[in-house]
């Protein structure tokens, strides 16, 4: 009986592949915001995720921001729940998508936001180079995990 629920269960890994990929990266999506959001805007003070205006409509964006990690974290449990009873589950391939979608947004952060639409810098009044170094090469090693892990766990 266990060799039957395996090879179901291997199955409908196969079937889902790409569900439990994408359930991954939205909450890889969700789980670096929400650490970037409490961390670097909450904890440190050093930005918001919108510095062109007011400390009120900083505020405001952080909340915005903070309202996307959550959804996107909440969002991808429940896909990840449905996983789960469809006997779908696969770690592996779940952790991919969490570290490749982790390190996308990142990365889009880092280069997009930071410096091409420059809504908000890492920190403020210090040569602010290292730390762009250290977010986007931390972003690349993260996408390269994930390509890894995904690579790995193909049909």
Request: aromatic residues 16%.
């Amino acid at each position: 009986m266990s060799n039957v629920k395996d090879t179901t269960k291997a199955n409908n890994q196969l079937i889902y592949a790409k569900r439990n990929m994408w359930t991954g990266i939205l909450f890889g999506f969700g789980i670096v915001a929400f650490i970037d959001e409490a961390v670097f805007h909450q904890l440190l003070h050093w930005h918001h995720f919108y510095d062109k205006s007011t400390t009120e409509i900083g505020l405001v964006s952080d909340g915005l921001f903070h309202a996307f990690s959550f959804f996107a974290t909440i969002g991808s449990s429940f896909l990840l729940a449905d996983l789960h009873r469809r006997h779908a589950f696969w770690l592996k391939r779940w952790i991919g998508g969490i570290f490749l979608g982790a390190g996308v947004f990142q990365l889009y952060d880092g280069i997009i936001q930071h410096k091409l639409m420059r809504l908000h810098q890492i920190r403020y009044h210090v040569d602010v180079f290292p730390y762009d170094l250290v977010w986007n090469i931390t972003a690349v090693i993260m996408i390269v995990i994930g390509i890894v892990l995904l690579y790995r766990t193909q049909s």
